[in-house]
């Protein structure tokens, strides 16, 4: 690894906030398939800095939540608002990351080119986030080449060069080694201190110990719970949210 890992990102990199686009405040949403209902009546209050790691069963909600708070998906019913705006007029404020990196079939370099030009950033920026991932010696390599580590490094550096205010992670750490494990949440602990807001779906509790300011715990669709990482770990308020961290299936 190296070591730019180590070092804090330049501060003119990251979360520079131009007009506030938090507190979040999610209103009683509703999401429907057919006639499934797969978010019912979620509300949320998230305030302006740390990492909430969201977590609860499959087929919970978490991503679905995330779509509908970055714009992806639009909520059958209910309101949520980024500092007053509607999630697609804040997209470009925000950046997500899926348990699967998807890179453009070129080369290390040209996918933070791309993202950079489209930006209308320095080009310079390049060499320094490559550095920042440890990714620099790969430079010139085609992307599909990367490890899955190397590759979500890379998903990574890409989403924080659009310098997001809000960086959305869906387990994206699910499929890799320890080390790798590791060096992405690095990664992601200095955007946060560095004033870029992280909402962090994760199965895996221990990096949901590591990582999470408060943690939002999901169940069928409900928001069970919404508590400081400090509280909730030691003591959760609800049975389900127990039983899972306790390894036991929930149903
Ligand atoms: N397009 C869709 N049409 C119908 N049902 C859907 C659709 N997308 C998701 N769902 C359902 O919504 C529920 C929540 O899905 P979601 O992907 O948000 O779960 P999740 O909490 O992220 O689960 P996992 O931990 O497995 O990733 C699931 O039951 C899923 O089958
Ligand atoms: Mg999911």
């Not at 209050?45 to 779509?67: F, I, R, Y």
């Not at 970055?70 to 019913?77: A, E, I, R, V, Y």
């Not at 080449?145 to 959305?168: C, H, N, Y």
Request: glycine letters at 8%; proline letters at 6%.
């Amino acid at each position: 690894m190296s070591n730019a890992l180590a070092m804090a990102p330049p501060a003119q990199l990251c979360g520079v906030t131009t007009t506030e686009i938090l507190p979040l405040k999610v209103r009683d949403i509703v999401l429907r398939f057919g006639g499934a209902t797969v978010l019912d009546g979620l509300c949320l209050d998230l305030g302006p800095s740390g990492c909430t790691v969201v977590m609860g069963p499959n087929g919970a909600g978490k991503s679905l939540l995330l779509k509908l708070l970055h714009g992806l998906m639009q909520p059958t019913s209910g309101q949520i608002f980024w500092g007053g705006s509607a999630p697609r007029d804040v997209m470009a404020r925000q950046a997500l990351v899926f348990q699967k990196p998807v890179l453009l079939r070129r080369s290390v370099a040209a996918n933070i080119d791309f993202v950079l030009k489209a930006r209308h950033k320095d080009r310079a920026l390049r060499d320094v986030w490559l550095d920042h991932v440890g990714l620099s010696h790969k430079a010139s390599q085609p992307a599909r080449l990367l490890s899955g580590g190397e590759a979500q490094r890379l998903a990574l550096a890409r989403a924080l060069a659009t310098d997001p205010e809000i960086l959305f992670l869906d387990e994206p750490t699910a499929s890799l080694d320890p080390a790798s494990v590791l060096a992405i949440e690095h990664i992601v602990r200095e955007a946060r201190d560095s004033g870029v807001r992280i909402i962090f779906v994760t199965h895996d509790m221990g990096q949901a110990r590591r990582m999470a300011d408060d943690v939002v715990f999901l169940h069928r669709g409900r928001l069970v719970e919404h508590s400081p990482a400090a509280d909730f770990f030691p003591q959760p308020h609800s049975s389900v949210a127990r039983d899972h961290l306790n390894g036991r299936i929930v149903v």
